[in-house]
């Protein structure tokens, strides 16, 4: 039974910081890729940031790049997704995600998902 669980989110002033995380169980790091995804108020779900199984680098998207930070820690089967310099634009229900197929940026080709945690930056 695959299960992801994601949490740390919150209320934060623009230029704060966040982390958030994410339990996973029933995957493994080494047989699926991993990634975060973000869903605002009237927006699609969009990619922010995947971590893949072979471990190279991280890939984000370009609008947390340098700001966002994805890692992971095998023994505690958690994945994290470090939020600095936060902004207004950022505020969104956070999700983690994992795929055993191609870590396409589409959400569609994610099979798993955790249940989401919000984050709102205040200006």
């Known amino acids: 039974h695959v299960q992801l669980q994601a949490s740390g989110g919150g209320l934060v002033q623009a230029g704060g910081s966040l982390r958030l995380s994410c339990v996973v169980s029933g995957v493994t790091f080494s047989s699926h890729h991993m990634g975060w995804f973000r869903q605002a108020p009237g927006k699609e779900r969009e990619v922010v940031g995947k971590?893949?199984?072979?471990?190279?680098?991280?890939f984000y998207a370009d609008s947390v790049k340098g700001r966002f930070t994805i890692s992971r820690d095998i023994s505690k089967v958690t994945m994290y997704l470090q939020m600095n310099r936060l902004e207004p634009e950022d505020t969104a229900v956070y999700y983690c995600?994992?795929?055993?197929?191609?870590?396409?940026?589409?959400?569609?080709?994610?099979?798993?998902w955790g249940q989401g945690t919000q984050v709102t930056v205040s200006s």
């Open positions: 971590l893949r199984r072979n471990n190279s680098n991280p």
């Open positions: 995600a994992a795929t055993s197929g191609l870590a396409y940026d589409s959400p569609r080709y994610w099979n798993y």
